[in-house]
């Protein structure tokens, strides 16, 4: 039974830092992409980020970019997104993804999927 669980969200003011990480267990990733979403009150849910497990490629959207870093650590089948500079556009329900989706950014591609963990940017 596959399994995600994130963790690491929380309240922080505009200019902050939050580590997420997303312990996968249940199956053997390689091969698999992990990605990040989030989904903000009202708002579509929307990718943030991904890694290749096997290669450790990542990829992220515009909005992220020079803020955000995903990461994996294969010892503890872990993934994590550090969200640097945080803004108050930022604060969504984040959730992790694991998949082997034709295209990373989309959603609907990916099998797996977390419970999700709050992150809310103060201004």
């Known amino acids: 039974q596959v399994q995600l669980v994130e963790s690491g969200g929380g309240l922080v003011q505009a200019g902050g830092s939050l580590r997420l990480s997303c312990a996968a267990s249940g199956r053997t990733f390689s091969g698999y992409v992990m990605g990040w979403f989030r989904q903000a009150p009202g708002k579509e849910r929307e990718f943030v980020a991904a890694i290749r497990w096997s290669t450790g490629t990542t990829d992220d959207t515009d909005s992220v970019k020079g803020r955000f870093t995903v990461s994996r650590d294969n010892a503890k089948n872990t993934v994590y997104l550090q969200m640097n500079s945080l803004k108050p556009e930022d604060t969504a329900v984040y959730y992790c993804?694991?998949?082997?989706?034709?295209?990373?950014?989309?959603?609907?591609?990916?099998?797996?999927w977390g419970q999700g963990t709050q992150v809310t940017v103060s201004s």
């Open positions: 993804a694991a998949g082997r989706p034709p295209y990373i950014s989309r959603g609907g591609g990916y099998a797996y």
